[in-house]
């Protein structure tokens, strides 16, 4: 019922979305994109029609996808932020892995929902970067509520499922969880860049798009 009336609400969202454009005269393309030149854009439909367009300033948001950091079986085991939506059931157990808002996020969600929740952390806590404060206090917040931290671990190093289809968990600090039904990764995004210029070549999460060959600066 929950995920339901999630899906339902996004949707409403998406709908709303899409009049405000209409309403302010906005164009929708969909397709794959590619730079021709610094004012020109190439637009691949499904159907395989290319169509170009051209503006006096082009602005780069892509947005991102979640990233799968290397180690055995993490891509196959492991579900994404995306797939924390798709979820059907509540898990009994929960390995969130990441440091970052939205790993904090859906820890927190998935504990004050009853999971027993395990937040894996590369270094001394999670959100290091934000105030100190700030972050001290979550650390000490998720500490009361029950979720268990894993910390200073330098990672994930391997998932593996066992016949039941629960998952093991070792970390590089040589930590091992147990009998995970669940283990999300929230390791950062990567940039959907890599086809905005087929002559280039490209680096994930990089500053730079390089998009020097198609006069882009």
Known sequence: MLKKRRDGYVKRLNGIYENGFKSAGVEGVFGDCTFVDKHTVEVMAKDGSKTQYTGDKIVIATGGRPHFPEGEGVEEHCISSDGFFEMEELPKVAVVVGAGYIAVELAGVLNS?????????????????????????????????????????????????????????????????????????????????????????????????????????
């Not at 952390?121 to 000490?140: C, H, S, T």
């Not at 330098?154 to 283990?183: R, W």
């Not at 905005?196 to 070549?201: A, D, I, R």
Request: net charge negative.
């Open 113 to 217: 929902l009853g999971s027993e929740v395990h937040l894996v952390v590369r270094k001394g806590k999670a959100i290091r970067e934000f105030d100190p404060m700030i972050a001290d206090g979550l650390d000490a917040e998720m500490i009361k509520a029950g979720i268990i931290i894993h910390r200073n671990t330098n990672g994930v190093a391997k998932v593996v499922a066992d016949e039941s289809g629960k998952k093991n968990v070792t970390l590089n600090s040589g930590d091992v969880i147990y009998g995970a039904n669940v283990v999300l990764m929230a390791a950062g995004r990567v940039p959907n860049t890599e086809d905005l210029c087929v002559e280039c070549e490209w680096a994930p999460n990089t500053e730079e798009l390089h998009l020097e060959s198609c006069g882009v600066k």
